[in-house]
Nanobody
């Protein structure tokens, strides 16, 4: 059974930083890409950043230059370093794992940025 677990959320003041972690466990055949999504109250879930197996990254425009997604190797956790946080970054952040057959999701971690 595959488990996806996020951690690292919390309450931070505007301008502060947080680092989110995503750990994947269980038998998983082949990961094509991993990513971070977020969902704010009353809004649709949106892609924040993604990283493909080959290391190519992609960022949503509003987080470019502030957030960094990383993963050292196929067996290591995935991270999202979030700097210069803004109140509009407040959301539940979800880890997503894409394989050729399935998408796996974590339970989410709350990030709250106070002004």
């Amino acid at each position: 059974q595959v488990q996806v677990v996020e951690s690292g959320g919390g309450l931070v003041q505007a301008g502060g930083s947080l680092r989110l972690s995503c750990v994947v466990s269980g038998s998983i055949f082949s990961i094509n890409a991993m990513g971070w999504y977020r969902q704010a109250p009353g809004k649709q879930r949106e892609l924040v950043a993604s990283i493909a197996t080959g290391g190519r990254t992609n960022y949503e425009d509003s987080v470019k230059g502030r957030f960094t997604i990383s993963r050292d190797n196929a067996k290591s956790p995935m991270y999202l370093q979030m700097n210069s946080l803004k109140p509009e970054d407040t959301a539940v952040y979800y880890c997503n794992v894409k394989t050729s057959r399935w998408d796996y999701w974590g339970q989410g971690t709350q990030v709250t940025v106070s002004s």
